[in-house]
T-cell receptor, first 118, second 111 residues
Framework: KAGVTQTPRYLIKTRGQQVTLSCSPISGHRSVSWYQQTPGQGLQFLFEYFSETQRNKGNFPGRFSGRQFSNSRSEMNVSTLELGDSALYLC?????????????????FGPGTRLLVL | LAKTTQPISMDSYEGQEVNITCSHNNIATNDYITWYQQFPSQGPRFIIQGYKTKVTNEVASLFIPADRKSSTLSLPRVSLSDTAVYYCLVGPSGGYNKLIFGAGTRLAVHP
């Protein structure tokens, strides 16, 4: 099976612009999660989508949003970019055959999109 | 949410066994312990998961004492390619697919 793919891999934007990142999960996976990784804050959870609905949300401002399509592909959008949004944005997918589970599912991460805001 | 504490960094040499201990004093009854590995500029990769006692797979072993307040990831005979950051996570108290990462342990394997 192909792994999680993310596009683009690298992106340079300027302050005030907006950006859309894309994630294609592993075939058959229904849950897609997004994470932000910076040297200062480490890996932080942004949000998770399951069956086109946001199921979990982290502590990020409303400038960060996402959506999931019927084929489980997901996009995340950051509006009004700030210098501090420069980071590696990681997408992860998991099977999530039901809306809940007895254990924390294995997350399969993509290679990430490195965003630089100037 | 269960907070985890791990050493910031560790050094080892090729061929040695490496044990990384994680403390999680307020782990909840339904929490599992999961370890991920991350190489620079890549996404984390699942290594192993357990609930209690010992779990072993082809790459690592996970030891969990009866009180579950700590766990130890054991990497047998490390090689240079095991140089990475290792994260200990406890959940799903934060939400089933909401991984809460700590600072991790930066393992450096030397020739």
């Amino acid at each position: 099976k192909a792994g999680v793919t993310q596009t683009p891999r690298y992106l340079i934007k300027t302050r005030g612009q907006q950006v859309t990142l894309s994630c294609s999960p592993i075939s058959g996976h229904r849950s897609v999660s997004w994470y932000q990784q910076t040297p200062g804050q480490g890996l932080q959870f942004l949000f998770e989508y399951f069956s086109e609905t946001q199921r979990n949300k982290g502590n990020f401002p409303g400038r960060f949003s996402g959506r999931q399509f019927s084929n489980s592909r997901s996009e995340m959008n950051v509006s009004t970019l700030e210098l501090g949004d420069s980071a590696l944005y990681l997408c992860a997918s998991s099977p999530s055959r039901t809306s809940g589970g007895a254990r924390q599912e294995t997350q399969y991460f993509g290679p990430g999109t490195r965003l630089l805001v100037l | 949410l269960a907070k985890t504490t791990q050493p910031i960094s560790m050094d080892s040499y090729e061929g040695q066994e490496v044990n990384i201990t994680c403390s999680h004093n307020n782990i909840a009854t339904n929490d599992y312990i999961t370890w991920y590995q991350q190489f620079p500029s890549q996404g984390p990769r699942f290594i192993i998961q357990g609930y209690k006692t010992k779990v072993t797979n082809e790459v690592a072993s996970l030891f969990i004492p009866a009180d579950r307040k700590s766990s130890t990831l054991s990497l047998p005979r490390v090689s240079l390619s095991d140089t990475a950051v290792y994260y200990c996570l406890v959940g799903p108290s934060g939400g089933y697919n909401k991984l809460i990462f700590g600072a991790g342990t930066r393992l450096a394997v030397h020739p």
